[in-house]
């Protein structure tokens, strides 16, 4: 925006004409009008107190002026700074603030140029919103769209395993089967991660025994490591442990997440460990597969991962990875 009026230029402005016009005037005055007064000469005594009189004039002005001045300056200012910190003090957008167009100065450009900052922000904000929900009505649309399709799939190969087929024909059905499972898992996962992410998956934190937990979860998972022969070497204290203010499904999730991704990825090691420490308040699985690096047929894009990462986040916990060509360490621990 153009300006129109410079603040400082009618600073200057004004302090230049009281320290210059005074001493002009006196300058005038001595040489017109103090070469005689009523007929007698205008003694040096006279013309000092004249003269003091006027430069503390100048001084005293001087300083009104200029506190004047930046008492408004300031009071300006600190209302634009009071406008700038009402988002961090209530976590919104702060409000425009009041512009006199006709003055247009240097604070005014600056208050002009903050509230099209204010209204850039809140048109992003407002595009980003719509694009979240569009994009999380297509999500589940697409969820909901796609499972039409995979069950249809799933009957004719059901259907085909009925027929009299070869060897190869079956290992083939049964893949195809297996896929169609994935398919549906990774479909779960992401229409899941989509509604945590939009804050409608319900959080209901609480005290939680953790020890509890564990065993509860691993009693669950036990049939499925058992069928798998992996081999369970589980440390869980019966006599101590330690409380999180965490929500007991989510944690539950988040671990069936991890027992999910040793039975796809790591089953091939036959071992997993489980450890729950009290002492540092911590939960840690390892397993002997080929490590979080190497390829998978069954590796996905990571969904599972990033709603486990987000919901320890949100517990304000965290899950340190340790992988390499040994296996993979995780230790579930406090932020």
């Known amino acids: ?62 300083v009104v002026i200029s506190w004047l001045f930046f008492l408004r300056l300031r009071k300006r200012l600190t209302r634009l ?11 919104s957008f702060p409000k425009p603030i009041s512009v006199q167009s006709d003055r247009m100065d240097e604070i005014d450009q600056l208050g002009s140029s903050f509230n099209w900052m204010i209204q850039q922000l809140e048109d992003s904000r407002k595009r980003e ?14 969820s909901h769209d796609l499972r039409t399709p995979l069950t249809i799939l799933r009957g004719h190969v059901t259907r085909l395993n ?15 089967n297996h896929t169609i499972t994935r398919v549906g898992d990774l479909m779960d996962d992401l229409l899941s991660y989509t509604l945590l992410t939009s804050g409608k998956y319900p959080f209901e934190p609480t005290s939680t025994d953790i020890g509890r937990l564990i065993r509860a979860s691993v009693a669950a ?5 058992e069928e798998k022969e992996i ?8 006599e101590e442990t330690f409380y999180w203010e965490a929500d007991p499904k989510w944690m539950t999730r988040i671990l069936d997440n991890l027992f999910q991704n040793i039975i796809r ?16 308040e911590q939960i840690i699985v390892a397993d002997r597969g ?41 230790a579930i621990g406090r932020a």
């Open 129 to 142: 919103y719509e694009e979240e929900l569009l994009r999380h009505r297509l999500i589940a649309n697409l």
């Open 265 to 280: 990825h790591a089953a091939e090691g036959k071992y997993v460990n489980i450890v729950v420490d009290v002492e540092k």
């Open 1 to 62: 925006m153009k300006q129109t009026r410079s603040l400082f230029r009618r600073f200057l402005k004004v302090h230049f004409l009281f320290i210059f016009l005074p001493p002009i005037v006196l300058i005038f005055f001595s040489a017109f009008f103090g070469s005689s007064i009523n007929g007698a000469k205008l003694n040096t005594l006279n013309l000092f107190y004249v003269t003091l009189l006027l430069f503390s004039f100048i001084i005293v002005a001087f």
């Open 162 to 176: 009925k027929e009299s087929i070869s060897v190869k024909g079956q290992s083939s059905l049964t893949e195809i």
């Open 231 to 238: 081999q369970l070497d589980i440390d869980l204290p019966t």
């Open 290 to 330: 080929p490590g979080m690096n190497n390829s998978s047929y069954e590796r996905g894009a990571g969904i599972g991962l990033s709603t486990s990462n987000y919901m320890l986040k949100k517990m304000k916990l965290k899950a340190d990875f340790t992988s390499n060509d040994n296996g993979t360490r995780v």
């Open 221 to 225: 998972w036990y049939p499925v490591f």
């Open 81 to 91: 700074q009071e406008a700038m910190s009402y988002s961090a003090n209530h976590n």
